[in-house]
């Protein structure tokens, strides 16, 4: 198969992410004798800079990790909680059936900073000056402008100008967004991460105390305290048309930390597939794969009918099942057991036809009242303005991102392996805190405003993610880390990745680049919450008979441009070589190794 690079082989370490400088970071790190958790830490914070649009330190960090001669692949959850102050009372009386995409109502507490810390702490080997270098650097020095930058100011540009000054004095210098190709600073978060640096090696000791004393400042210190005065005394323009007050608040910081979870599995031949929990919807690939497993898959073509009807109707009853019963664990009783059991999802399978399915089909499980009255709720005569920067936009027609998330992976020599998914903050979500050059993200939006949901908002819950990092070991090894960014399309382009990699032999390149698609039949994770039953959009490059057909089994298909779905990348530890790859889409994923 034609492929648009090389897989790339290596024995030292690889590195691949969704921008060439935060690749080139991580890569540096190795180099200079850290490991992969290293390397991943300053790739994070790295990305946080030269991709505003799509993360910042105001956002989330779910990674899945497996530590070399470790038994068993670990969650690292840096999804932060609403706040305490928030309930569904609390909107109903400010009038609002669902939380804004954009401004402070939707703001949660920022959980990336505290899980990078963690993952350096406890897994790294490295100072805190050394891994926030290259970010700082970026930040104070300036980072070439990607086109993605430019145009997604340019859309908030009305907004910025007249209701978000704080960054339009940033983002808007001269009163028009930086160029594409020209060099861009923000010497005010470069001040913030180095002053925690100062401040946290002020004090002496041993590494693991001066990160625990950078956590302290976050959380509990200066930062804290200006995102707290920020949210009291701030009133901001938000996608509902009105000025809202944040609930967001020091406390809420000072009582959150990033914590571990046992992942979520499921065996699809010699793999072992693992992914984070309910708290995310994560576990949706792994249905997914429990529906199509037995159907001969690998006797599928990859750009056929068959297979793209197959993964289709079991992405619809996989995310449906998402919305009767995911939430966050400690809050929800979520039946994982049940919803990744063979005898369920054999029954699931049975609901495929040769025709494509139009409801919202939720499975029935004892115990469990299924409530989606909502979420089934046709949603689509609500239009959401790009200029009030909403929702969690992503790769879109013309094949390049408007707004989303990052990803990486990374594979050290040693064998320790990690796959990170940081996202939320981006530029577009709320307005710059002046005193910290960053502003925070719009996570709550993703609860719903019904008691009756798993997704229910609850004070203190954590939103159901879509954030969604991968790991699969294979013949019990630790094997493969991948994802991508693309909100609720993730489960469903990285499924295709691993369905093509284990059941159609493709190498990582080869299963990346392979013509894609992605379903909008269920309910969307973001504001609006709109849904589009039956619809299919799938990449310019598939056969014109695979077109016709879906078309012909019920399938409303979109054909977008050839190269316009997903930003995938991947690694593999293969006994002694370490393989990478990263998306060609968009022109700015790149993989690197050794």
Same mark, same amino acid.
């Given at each position: 198969?034609f492929?648009?690079?090389?897989e790339l082989?290596?024995? *030292?370490g690889?590195v691949?992410?969704?921008?060439w400088l935060?690749?080139?970071?991580?890569m @540096?790190?190795?180099?200079?004798?850290?490991n992969?958790f290293? @390397?991943a830490?300053?790739t994070?914070f790295?990305l946080q800079?030269?991709?505003?649009? %799509?993360?910042?330190?105001?956002?989330?960090?779910?990674?899945?990790?497996?530590?070399?001669? $470790?038994?068993?692949? &670990?969650v690292?959850?840096?999804?932060?909680?609403?706040?305490?102050?928030?309930?569904?009372?609390k909107f109903?009386?400010l009038?609002?059936?669902?939380?804004?995409?954009s401004?402070?109502?939707?703001?949660?507490?920022p959980?990336a900073?505290?899980?990078?810390?963690?993952? %350096?702490?406890?897994?790294?080997?490295?100072?805190l000056?050394?891994i926030l270098g290259p970010a700082?650097a970026?930040?104070?020095d300036?980072?070439?402008?990607?086109?993605?930058i +430019?145009?997604? !100011? #340019?859309?908030?540009? $009305?907004l910025f100008?007249?209701e978000?000054t704080t960054?339009?004095?940033?983002?808007?210098?001269?009163?028009?967004p930086?160029?594409p190709?020209?060099?861009?600073?923000?010497p005010?978060?470069?001040?913030?991460?180095?002053? !925690?640096?100062?401040?946290?090696?002020?004090?002496?000791?041993?590494?693991?105390?001066?990160?625990?004393?950078?956590? /302290?400042?976050?959380?509990?210190?200066?930062?804290?305290?200006?995102?707290? &005065? *920020?949210?009291?005394? $701030?009133e901001?323009? #938000?996608v509902?048309?009105r000025?809202h007050r944040?609930l967001?608040?020091?406390?809420?910081?000072?009582?959150?930390?990033?914590?571990?979870?046992?992942p979520?599995?499921?065996?699809?031949?010699?793999?072992?597939?693992c992914?984070?929990?309910?708290?995310?919807q994560?576990?949706?690939?792994?249905q997914?794969l429990a !529906?199509?497993?037995?159907m001969?898959?690998?006797?599928?073509?990859?750009?056929?009918?068959?297979?793209?009807?197959?993964?289709?109707?079991?992405?619809?009853?996989a995310?449906a099942d998402?919305?009767?019963?995911?939430g966050?664990p400690?809050?929800? #009783?979520?039946?994982?057991?049940? %919803?990744?059991?063979?005898?369920?999802?054999?029954?699931?399978?049975?609901?495929?036809?040769?025709e494509?399915?139009?409801?919202?089909?939720p499975?029935?499980?004892d115990?469990?009242?299924?409530?989606?009255?909502?979420? +089934?709720?046709?949603?689509?005569?609500?239009v959401?303005?790009a200029?009030?920067?909403?929702?969690?936009?992503?790769?879109?027609?013309?094949?390049?991102?408007?707004?989303?998330?990052?990803?990486?992976?990374?594979?050290?020599?040693?064998?320790?392996?990690?796959?990170?998914?940081?996202?939320?903050?981006?530029?577009?979500s709320?307005?710059?805190?002046? $005193?910290l050059?960053?502003?925070l993200?719009?996570?709550?939006?993703?609860?719903w405003?019904?008691?009756?949901?798993p997704?229910? %908002?609850?004070?203190n819950?954590?939103?159901?993610?879509?954030?969604?990092?991968?790991?699969?070991?294979?013949?019990?090894?630790?094997?493969?880390?991948?994802?991508?960014?693309?909100?609720d399309?993730?489960e469903?382009?990285?499924?295709l990745?691993f369905?093509?990699? @284990?059941?159609?032999?493709?190498n990582?390149q080869?299963a990346?680049?392979?013509?894609a698609?992605?379903?909008?039949?269920f309910?969307?994770?973001?504001?609006?919450?709109?849904?589009?039953?039956?619809?299919?959009v799938?990449e310019?490059?598939f056969?014109?008979?695979t077109v016709?057909?879906?078309?012909?089994r019920?399938h409303d298909? /979109?054909?977008g441009?050839?190269?316009?779905?997903?930003?995938? +990348?991947?690694?593999?530890?293969d006994?002694?070589?370490?393989?990478?790859?990263?998306?060609p889409?968009?022109?700015?994923?790149?993989?690197?190794?050794r």
């Amino acid at each position: 198969m034609f492929t648009t690079r090389p897989e790339l082989l290596g024995t *030292f370490g690889v590195v691949a992410s969704t921008h060439w400088l935060g690749t080139a970071t991580g890569m @540096a790190i190795l180099e200079k004798g850290g490991n992969a958790f290293d @390397a991943a830490v300053a790739t994070g914070f790295a990305l946080q800079v030269v991709e505003p649009h %799509l993360n910042g330190p105001g956002g989330d960090m779910p990674a899945i990790f497996h530590v070399a001669g $470790e038994a068993a692949p &670990r969650v690292l959850c840096g999804q932060g909680p609403i706040p305490a102050a928030a309930s569904i009372g609390k909107f109903s009386n400010l009038g609002l059936d669902l939380i804004p995409g954009s401004g402070l109502l939707c703001a949660v507490v920022p959980g990336a900073f505290d899980a990078w810390m963690t993952l %350096l702490r406890n897994h790294g080997t490295m100072s805190l000056a050394d891994i926030l270098g290259p970010a700082i650097a970026f930040a104070r020095d300036g980072y070439p402008v990607v086109p993605r930058i +430019t145009a997604t !100011i #340019d859309t908030v540009r $009305e907004l910025f100008t007249n209701e978000w000054t704080t960054s339009a004095a940033l983002y808007l210098p001269g009163g028009k967004p930086p160029a594409p190709g020209s060099l861009f600073s923000n010497p005010v978060m470069a001040e913030t991460y180095a002053r !925690i640096v100062r401040e946290a090696d002020a004090g002496g000791g041993s590494r693991e105390a001066r990160i625990d004393r950078a956590r /302290e400042i976050w959380s509990r210190g200066w930062v804290a305290e200006t995102i707290d &005065r *920020f949210f009291r005394t $701030e009133e901001v323009m #938000d996608v509902s048309g009105r000025r809202h007050r944040g609930l967001l608040t020091g406390d809420d910081m000072a009582n959150w930390r990033a914590g571990y979870d046992a992942p979520a599995t499921y065996d699809y031949g010699r793999y072992t597939v693992c992914k984070a929990g309910p708290w995310s919807q994560g576990p949706t690939l792994l249905q997914m794969l429990a !529906i199509l497993d037995g159907m001969d898959v690998a006797a599928m073509d990859p750009t056929g009918p068959d297979f793209v009807h197959a993964v289709v109707e079991a992405a619809k009853l996989a995310f449906a099942d998402r919305e009767a019963y995911y939430g966050d664990p400690d809050f929800v #009783d979520v039946p994982m057991q049940q %919803l990744l059991g063979a005898p369920y999802n054999a029954g699931r399978r049975s609901q495929i036809t040769g025709e494509a399915s139009a409801d919202l089909r939720p499975g029935t499980l004892d115990g469990y009242r299924v409530a989606i009255e909502k979420a +089934t709720a046709d949603r689509s005569n609500v239009v959401a303005s790009a200029s009030m920067g909403v929702g969690e936009p992503t790769v879109a027609k013309t094949g390049v991102s408007t707004g989303d998330t990052v990803h990486l992976d990374i594979i050290d020599r040693h064998g320790n392996m990690i796959s990170c998914t940081p996202s939320g903050g981006w530029l577009q979500s709320s307005p710059i805190i002046p $005193e910290l050059g960053f502003c925070l993200g719009n996570r709550g939006q993703m609860f719903w405003l019904d008691e009756n949901s798993p997704s229910a %908002l609850v004070p203190n819950k954590r939103p159901r993610t879509t954030l969604s990092p991968s790991l699969a070991m294979r013949d019990g090894e630790p094997y493969m880390v991948f994802g991508t960014p693309g909100g609720d399309q993730q489960e469903q382009w990285s499924a295709l990745m691993f369905l093509h990699h @284990a059941d159609h032999g493709m190498n990582l390149q080869e299963a990346i680049d392979c013509p894609a698609f992605h379903t909008e039949h269920f309910p969307s994770s973001f504001w609006p919450r709109s849904r589009s039953p039956k619809k299919v959009v799938v990449e310019g490059r598939f056969p014109e008979a695979t077109v016709a057909e879906l078309k012909r089994r019920g399938h409303d298909v /979109e054909v977008g441009d050839d190269w316009s779905e997903g930003r995938l +990348t991947g690694a593999v530890r293969d006994g002694g070589l370490l393989k990478a790859a990263a998306n060609p889409r968009g022109m700015q994923g790149y993989a690197a190794g050794r």
